[in-house]
């Protein structure tokens, strides 16, 4: 057994003899993973374990990247690699020290340009919130700004570096700029939650006051958009397809973003029929989601095992019976529809109840 086996070794053997019966499951479940040396699994794994509570200490997670990440980090995704450093250096508590360590990770993970721009943009953090050091952050911000605009595609550092910018420019009281960042970094958070996998609350971002620094901007269609995706408008989508099919993100993805919305009519046809009405025909579903009829049911069967909705598919009548729908951020609209159905569920009751009342005395006599 080589040196580094053998520290690993130990050290895991060291973190299963926690007294906490679910967290001593959690490192062997990574010891698993990382002797089948399945190195996608095992970063995903540690993307979130990373977070836990037991290991939110500087010198913990300090053993664990010493220990373990270290031995098998050029094997791992970069940008993993980076999201999993991201919580060490945030607990590192000499800042300077923190900015070494980014700046010594730079050739480990030199091979995806994403995983550097997020590096440099943790570093810009640091430099703005805890050293204070204006000049070094303005370098990181310029730096970057032109990398980013011809990178040719959203990427998930869009978003965190025109947050830091936007911070930047309001320290120094650039204003004009700040209100331009903001703006990025509405337009980039709502590509991502178009195109994002898991994604379907849209409705959570369209509460973000964010996105009115869209309003009166080249991309406040884009506010329009989101607002088609939340409530499933397939034939709202079509007619914008001219305006959005311009950005070369969403044309590339027009196959996943007619799947999405699709999935979110679905959501939709279900969240507007009462409890009584759940029975959904596949021709209904095929005239408002616009899809061949032979693709129904293989759009049920994913919104069921996304989660999104639960029911049953009788095939033989053609029709799926709904029993829920997953809870989502409602519009004003949705929200009218649902007091709706609750006044319809009420005076059903209503009727029942006085229906009762006057059938009572021929019950009991009888």
Known sequence: MSSTQATVTAYLAAQK??????????????????????????????????????????????????????????????YGLIQILEVVV?????????????????????????AVWYLQVMQG???????????????????LRDVLEEAGNVTPVHGKY???????????????EYYRCWAQQAFFLGLAALLGDGVYNIGELLAHPILESLQNTENEWLVELLKAFNTGDINKFNDMKKIWSKIPDLA????????????????????????????ISFADIANETKLP????????MKALALDLVRGEIDQVAGVVNMSWVQPRVLNRNQIAGMASTLDTWMGAITSMEKLMENRAAEILTN
């Open 17 to 78: 003899k926690t007294t906490n019966k679910d967290l001593a499951a959690e490192w062997t479940l990574i010891e698993e993973l990382y002797n089948e040396k399945l190195w996608n699994e095992l970063t995903i794994k540690l993307v979130t374990f990373v977070r836990h509570e037991s290991l939110q200490d500087e010198s913990a997670l300090l053993q664990l990247y010493q220990n373990f990440i270290s031995t098998f980090e050029t094997k791992i995704n970069p």
């Open 90 to 114: 945030d607990n590192i508590s000499d800042k300077k020290e923190a900015i070494d360590f980014l700046e010594k990770m730079k050739d480990k993970v030199k091979i995806c340009d994403e």
């Open 125 to 143: 953090n640091l430099y703005l919130s805890n050293l204070n050091d204006l000049n070094a952050t303005k370098k990181i911000i310029e730096e």
């Open 162 to 176: 025109y947050m830091l910018a936007s911070q930047y420019y309001r320290r120094v009281g650039k204003h004009s």
């Open 252 to 279: 590339a993805q027009e196959v996943k973003l007619r799947q999405k919305i699709s999935l979110l009519c679905l959501m939709e046809m279900t969240f507007k029929r009462s409890a009584i009405e759940r029975a």
């Open 293 to 300: 009829a032979k693709e129904v049911e293989f759009l049920i």
